[in-house]
């Protein structure tokens, strides 16, 4: 059988690389993680034709190969270890006709690399419109390689993309721009110190900081006879290699790209003129994220009213048809209701992640940094923390890696910080149950909804505290960086379907995997302390309701009864009653203590253990938010869930640091237990202290 | 007083001579700001920060700080 051909694809960021990459290898792809860090790793299986077949690796998008960020280190460590596995036999580099230049620089260093690399010209659908005529002969003569003109709206050029590839050998190898004439002294030591290595890979790695086999750094400058130079020095070099590398290809384009400026209709401007305006940007801007909150709670409620009564339904119905023992009652009432609590949350997570793929996919993201920047930057942070912060409404942990493109390093971590403060859809629902038990079902002003209108103050309150503690830190913290903001403003596009579906796809999967295996764990744990306890009074339940009713009961009444006395009995009771002091004063019962203890690791699991709590011992068929509304408040009387203890669970859940996963992210990324410790200890300080004062201004 | 990116009127085009720092980001001349070429002012936020300019068809953001650091002709 021969070999899968190793593809490496390239690209600057905004030039449809991923769009390529879903029309190469379509559902034959796998999201991971690179070993030891958690840049996202894509990679996917293409069929060639003539029954070949090439391993398709899609790497993170990157201007150049000088690294200013782990995500583009990947790109250089990895083309620069042949001995790496996923070491390409031909690179293939991605660019946008429309931004040909900018994105030849990247091609022209990954050339010189010595690595067989085809261009691929996107967007070549654009081209009549905007009035660029291409000589592609030419262009491959003068760059020596091969080219593809693709588009991916319009799904041509693939297969000679797939053709070019099958025969990569063909295409020469030898570099386009001479690096070395920067400055030839330097490259002539260097040449003579290391007479085994390539030139250009040499210079990387000094300038680079990157290893690749055994050469790294400190190696090449601890090499005696060979002397290094400073740091600005080679800093100053880097321009200039930039610079030269820019003059061949402006030689290059002078041949072979004409634009005919007349034919040339821009959307982009007409459109920039209303979205980025001083005023109707910001309106606009708001009016969007007003559209996205209320889609999520109104459009996502029928689905979900569907799950809720199916695994209401599924659950009583697993405990009729099997026979009754203890196995029966662990999945009746452990795990099926535990899992009803993650898959009801599927429509809404999968809402929001539409909406952030179609932003970033049609170009608007962009702006919305753009509109930002001096806005956030009072705050200690960038333009770019919006994006973090935007995206922490899905989830923080994408969050705290989309701050790896803020080039300042306080402005960066003080968006990590404060990141997990912004809505993630872990707290969703925990705030939709509590908003349907406490808040009413009603309309204001005839169109918005009170329990929408509810959630989205939830949003900004969680914004706002985000935006303030960064306020404060940058008041505290003592960090001095120097760096610049530069942000590309990518044409509009048509967002394609295709890319936004697997993206949507791909990421509610892995929530719903990644949260689901923890929740079934703490599920079962549950369901076991909670159906077992070490006292007598356990035991002797059925005795002690005889005792105290006589037979004044009926069977039913009877039943539950029975259940409370074992619930409270339970191992779990005992817990819960051990915390009760803790959180009576918020206004909760040991029943919500046990739902908080356990949800410490991941927010999520609060309503799957109520559901958990509630559903043993009970008969009837019922959702989770009946059984809520019904429980009673044991001191003060009245329903348990009233409007006091929801607005204090409330702002409990919005401001405790209850994820453990983010936690660990958080200390990977700044690479130290100090910054997640903060967190931790801060975020649920604030979150006692404000779902205290809540519950007894309110009660 | 030399003319710099943050002295541009909206609409208004320059040619970028050179920078008046040494430490000018990598990224930038990457992203085509480079000396020689021409540079529009697209947009500006707010109190003229950030900067939405055109360099060569290349649209990007900056700072105003960044932009008063790179010095221009005035072409029109």
């Known amino acids: 059988m021969p070999k899968q051909i190793n593809v490496a694809l390239i690209g600057n960021p905004n030039t449809g690389k991923t769009s390529v990459f879903n029309h190469l290898t379509g559902l034959n792809q796998q999201v991971g993680n690179y070993p030891g860090i958690t840049v996202e790793k894509k990679e996917g299986i293409c069929k060639l034709p003539r029954g070949l077949k090439a391993h398709i690796l899609d790497l993170p998008g990157t201007y150049s190969l000088n690294a200013s960020s782990l995500d583009e280190n990947i790109v250089i460590e990895l083309l620069l270890n042949k001995n790496d596995k996923d070491y390409p036999d031909v690179a293939v580099v991605v660019s946008d006709v429309e931004n040909l230049k900018r994105n030849l620089l990247l091609f022209t260093q990954i050339k010189d690399l010595g690595i067989p690399t085809i261009l691929v010209i996107n967007m070549a659908d654009r081209m009549e419109r905007k009035g660029i005529s291409l000589d592609v002969e030419l262009m491959e003569k003068r760059l020596q390689t091969k080219i593809a003109l693709v588009s991916a709206r319009k799904k041509t050029g693939i297969e000679e993309l797939k053709e070019l590839i099958i025969n990569h050998r063909q295409i020469s190898t030898e570099p386009c721009v001479n690096a070395s004439s920067i400055a030839p002294d330097y490259f002539d030591r260097l040449r003579k110190a290391f007479p085994n290595q390539s030139l250009y890979k040499l210079w990387l790695v000094i300038t680079q900081d990157v290893n690749f086999g055994n050469l790294n750094r400190n190696s090449l400058e601890n090499t005696p006879d060979f002397q290094t130079k400073k740091k600005s020095d080679l800093k100053r070099l880097q321009q200039k290699e930039t610079i030269v590398r820019y003059q061949f290809i402006n030689g290059v384009l002078k041949e072979t790209f004409k634009k005919d400026v007349a034919a040339a209709k821009d959307l982009r401007s007409r459109l920039d003129r209303i979205l980025t305006h001083q005023v109707w940007g910001y309106v606009i801007f708001f009016g969007i994220l007003l559209l996205i909150f209320q889609a999520i709670y109104d459009w996502s409620s029928y689905p979900m009213d569907l799950i809720d009564s199916t695994f209401a339904f599924l659950g009583e119905w697993t405990k009729d048809a099997l026979p009754s023992g203890v196995f029966t009652n662990l999945i009746s009432e452990g795990i099926i209701p535990g899992l009803g609590g993650i898959v009801i949350f599927i429509p809404q997570i999968a809402f929001l992640f539409l909406f952030i793929s179609l932003l970033e996919e049609s170009g608007y993201m962009s702006r919305v940094v753009f509109l930002m920047d001096r806005v956030m930057r009072r705050f200690g942070l960038s333009g770019k923390s919006v994006v973090p912060l935007v995206s922490g409404t899905a989830c923080a942990i994408p969050a705290v890696m989309a701050t790896r493109n803020i080039e300042d390093w306080k402005e960066r971590l003080i968006t990590i910080l404060v990141v997990p403060f912004t809505t993630c859809s872990a707290r969703l629902p925990v705030y939709l149950i509590i908003i349907a038990l406490v808040i009413p079902n009603e309309r204001v002003l005839g169109i918005f909804n009170l329990q929408g209108l509810t959630l989205m103050l939830l949003y900004l309150l969680g914004f706002g505290m985000s935006v303030f503690s960064a306020w404060v830190l940058n008041k505290i913290l003592k960090i001095k960086s120097k760096t610049y903001f530069v942000i590309e403003m990518p044409d509009y596009k048509l967002p394609l379907f295709k890319n936004v579906g697997i993206n949507v796809v791909e990421k509610t999967k892995s929530f719903v995997f990644g949260a689901g295996k923890i929740i079934l764990a703490i599920s079962i744990i549950l369901w076991v302390l909670a159906s077992y306890g070490p006292t007598d009074e356990f035991d002797r339940a059925e005795e002690i309701v005889s005792e105290q009713y006589g037979e004044t009961l009926s069977s039913e009444e009877f039943e539950n009864h029975v259940a409370s006395v074992k619930l409270e009995n339970s191992y779990i009771g005992m817990m819960g009653k051990g915390i009760e002091p803790i959180v009576r004063p918020l206004g909760y019962d040991w029943k919500i203590g046990i739902a908080i203890v356990s949800s410490f690791a991941a927010r999520e699991v609060f309503v799957g253990t109520l559901a958990t709590i509630y559903s043993v011992g009970s008969d009837e068929e019922k959702t989770i938010k009946d059984r809520m509304a019904a429980e009673t408040n044991p001191i003060l009387g009245g329903p348990l869930f009233n409007f006091a203890s929801g607005i204090s669970l409330l702002l409990f859940y919005a401001f405790a640091m209850q994820c453990m996963s983010t936690l660990a992210i958080v200390k990977r990324e700044t690479n130290s237990w100090k910054w997640p410790a903060l967190q931790l200890v801060a975020m649920s300080g604030i979150a006692y202290v404000a779902a205290l004062a809540a519950f007894q201004l309110l009660k | ?76």
């Open chain 2, 1 to 76: 007083m030399k003319l710099t990116i943050a002295s541009l009127k909206k609409g208004q085009k320059g040619i970028i001579k050179q920078f008046s720092h040494d430490d000018i980001p990598l990224k930038l001349l990457e992203m085509g700001c480079l000396p020689g070429n021409k540079v529009e002012l697209v947009q500006t936020a707010p109190f003229r920060d950030p900067m939405y300019l055109n360099i060569n068809g290349s649209h990007l953001a900056i700072r105003k700080e960044t932009a008063l650091l790179i010095e221009i002709e005035v072409v029109e």
